[in-house]
């Protein structure tokens, strides 16, 4: 299964934008790429998923490169609510149901 | 609109004893069911997934079993608790087997095993 490195941990200040980085090298061709985040005491909640264009919704925007080996959720302005775990996850191929969690990374935003 | 119910919030068991969790979904049909536990400061492992009454993969081999005995009702159970059983419990709820499908998740239960 293609996996992700994510960076453990990452800070930001209030209202700036925020680059999130993922590599996932061996992603095969009808693998999409999906982002969740987890705040505090909560379940995961889904943020954006692609497969090859970039992606923009209500939440944020997804940069995929050209090679697909690495993708970046970009967050335009950072808020406090902001602050969470962010997963980058592949989603495996056709007849397979399974979302494989690694650790993500810790955004602290800093007011 | 969909929702999905998980329960309870936190419990605190002991060693040996049994464990039932159940989550429910609400306002679709058919959906796909997920258990997925993550320990403390660690990354989500998912246990079980189900996509049909009475069909169960497990996904890692442990203490646990899963069940389903209702198109939206998805039942995390043990028989005897271990110490390592302790972490948070999710349930999560998808539809469709595209690969572009999103995991909804419920608001999770807090297990602590003393």
């Known amino acids: 299964d293609a996996k992700t490195t994510q960076p453990n941990s990452m800070e930001s200040n209030e209202e700036e934008p925020v680059h999130l980085p993922c590599n996932h090298s061996?992603?095969?061709?009808?693998?999409?790429i999906h982002w969740y985040r987890q705040l505090p005491s909560q379940g995961p909640e889904y943020v954006i998923h692609g497969l090859t264009s970039n992606v923009n919704n209500r939440m944020a925007s997804l940069a995929i490169a050209e090679d697909r080996k690495s993708s970046t959720l970009i967050l335009h302005r950072a808020t406090l609510r902001d602050a969470a775990v962010y997963y980058c996850i592949l989603r495996h191929g056709a007849g397979s149901y399974q979302l494989t969690f690694g650790k993500g990374t810790k955004l602290s935003v800093i007011p | 609109s969909q929702t999905i119910h998980q329960w309870p919030a936190t419990l605190v068991q002991p060693v040996g004893s049994p464990l039932s969790l159940e989550c429910t979904v609400e306002?679709?049909?058919?959906?796909?069911l997920y258990w997925y536990r993550q320990a403390a400061g660690r990354g989500l492992q998912l246990l079980f997934y189900s996509v049909g009454i009475g069909q169960i993969s497990s996904e890692v081999p442990q203490n646990l079993s899963a069940s389903r005995p209702q198109d939206r009702q998805f039942i995390l159970s043990s028989k005897k608790l271990l110490l390592s059983d302790s972490g948070f419990y999710l349930c999560?709820?998808?539809?469709?087997?595209?690969?572009?499908?999103?995991?909804?998740f419920g608001s999770g239960t807090q297990l602590s095993v003393l």
């Open positions: 061996t992603i095969s061709g009808t693998d999409y």
């Open positions: 999560a709820w998808s539809v469709g087997a595209a690969d572009n499908e999103k995991l909804f």
């Open positions: 306002g679709t049909s058919n959906p796909n």
